[in-house]
Nanobody
Framework: QVQLVESGGGLVQAGDSLRLSCVAS????????MGWFRQAPGKEREFVASIKWNTGTLYYAEFVKGRFTISRDNAKNTVYLQMNTLKPEDTAVYYC?????????????????WGPGTQVTVSS
């Protein structure tokens, strides 16, 4: 069974850090692009960051540059999102996603496989 499972969310205070993990299983993801998206209540799902699994090429949304870092561990088939200096506006459900073709995209519809999401809540 091909699946993505996120973990690491929680309730933190503004200025704190969290590291989200996404374990990918069921197939080889070496030619995929892995992305992190988030969806706040009443808002559309938005792109946060992505990484090309084989080359490690990174892309970030402007609003997280300098605060969030995406990375991968090939041996563990895991993608991470390190989030620093969290703000209340970062509160959202964070989703891991996989895209078959190895070209970057920040569009929700370009991704083929999604995890169930993990809640991140940042209090002020």
């Amino acid at each position: 069974q091909v699946q993505l499972v996120e973990s690491g969310g929680g309730l933190v205070q503004a200025g704190d850090s969290l590291r989200l993990s996404c374990v990918a299983s069921g197939r080889t993801f070496s030619n995929y692009v892995m992305g992190w998206f988030r969806q706040a209540p009443g808002k559309e799902r938005e792109f946060v960051a992505s990484i090309k699994w084989n080359t490690g090429t990174l892309y970030y949304a402007e609003f997280v540059k300098g605060r969030f870092t995406i990375s991968r561990d090939n041996a563990k088939n895991t993608v991470y999102l390190q989030m620093n200096t969290l703000k209340p506006e970062d509160t959202a459900v964070y989703y891991c996603a996989a895209k078959r073709s190895p070209t970057h995209s920040d569009r929700v519809g370009s991704y083929d496989l999604w995890g169930p999401g993990t809640q991140v809540t940042v209090s002020s």
